[in-house]
């Protein structure tokens, strides 16, 4: 890889480590007997599972059958309900209800003999800076072969032994080794364009990286389609047009989730009136931020501050 490819993609990961928020919900170990297929339902968010030891497959309802193994990381889209099988086909099946997630970390077992496969699951919410969600628009099942990094299964064992053990600053511990555990996938996705991730090579084009850049940096400026594309140096249409596809939004609706995601955070954390929350996000009216808000979160800003 010519050594300028090499230092841009670097530096492109760099601005998404940056900025990523990480919260991990309580993993579940999935533990499979030969012969057995477990059937998971579709999470109500991204899932990640993680292959700890042992081989199968996983499976989709379309039929699709991926061969996993001992490092492989895959995350599941919302809603997709999939299987996993230690066997090309299964003499027994378990099916689970209700996604599995702790506290603290719980098994589920599929049989009762000898484990065959041993599988790291649960649901995680990454968001690249105020706004968009890592795998929000993720409509396929996303497979990393992590095998050849031995520190990769090193991390999610002690993800899970810090879930088990839970003390004091766990949060952030654990996100923390999440992070570490996304940024190997990111590595290894950084040199294959992936349609389900389009947001994260787009910010590799300069021009749309300016505006998510400055959109980021301060959501409560007077931004506007015009002054946006002009960071871009694009014309207006074109750069709404290439915004549009890139992060399946427009640049206004955008503009006004971080701001709102903004505020939800400053309600939640600091004592300033209302009014002052909504100036300092770019809202210039208290009746419009109220009523922007109650749309975005179903409270006003008042109730989520008194439920926070």
């Known amino acids: ?54 081989e199968g497959w996983l499976a989709s309802p379309d039929g699709s059958r991926l061969r996993i193994g001992p490092g492989w990381l895959l995350v599941i889209p919302a809603g997709l309900q999939h299987s996993l099988d230690t066997q090309e086909s299964y003499e027994h099946e378990l099916k689970i209800e209700c996604t599995p997630s702790g506290p603290p970390v719980h098994r589920i077992v599929a049989g009762e003999g000898p484990v065959e496969m041993r599988v790291g699951c649960g649901t995680l919410n990454v968001r690249y800076g105020e706004a968009m969600g890592l795998f929000d628009h993720l409509n396929e099942v996303l497979a990393v072969d992590l095998s050849d990094v031995p520190r990769v299964g090193m991390l999610f064992e002690s993800l899970i032994d810090e879930q088990s053990h839970e003390g004091p600053g766990a949060p952030v511990l654990q996100g923390a080794i999440m992070t570490q555990l996304l940024v190997h996938m990111l590595r290894a996705l950084s040199s294959r364009p992936d349609p389900n991730l389009a947001w994260l090579r787009a910010l590799d084009d300069p021009r749309l990286g300016r505006a998510i850049d400055h959109i980021m940096e301060d959501p409560s400026a007077p931004h506007t389609v015009d002054s946006l594309a002009g960071l871009a140096h694009m014309s207006r249409s074109a750069f709404a047009k290439q915004f549009q596809a890139a992060f399946f939004n427009s640049p206004m609706n955008l503009v006004n989730h971080v701001r709102l995601e903004r505020a939800a955070r400053m309600l939640g954390s600091s004592s300033l009136p209302v009014e002052q929350v909504g100036k300092r996000c770019g809202f210039s009216s208290r009746s419009y931020f109220s009523q922007a808000f109650k749309k975005h979160t179903g409270l006003s800003p008042a109730e989520f501050r008194g439920a926070h």
Do not use: I, K
Request: overall charge negative.
């Open 1 to 54: 890889m010519p050594a300028e490819t090499s230092q841009n993609q670097t530096s492109l990961l760099d601005r998404y480590v940056a900025n990523l928020s990480v919260e991990v919900e309580p993993f579940a170990l999935c533990l499979l007997e030969h012969g057995w297929r477990l059937t998971l339902p579709g999470p109500p968010c991204a899932m990640l599972h993680f292959v700890v030891e042992g």
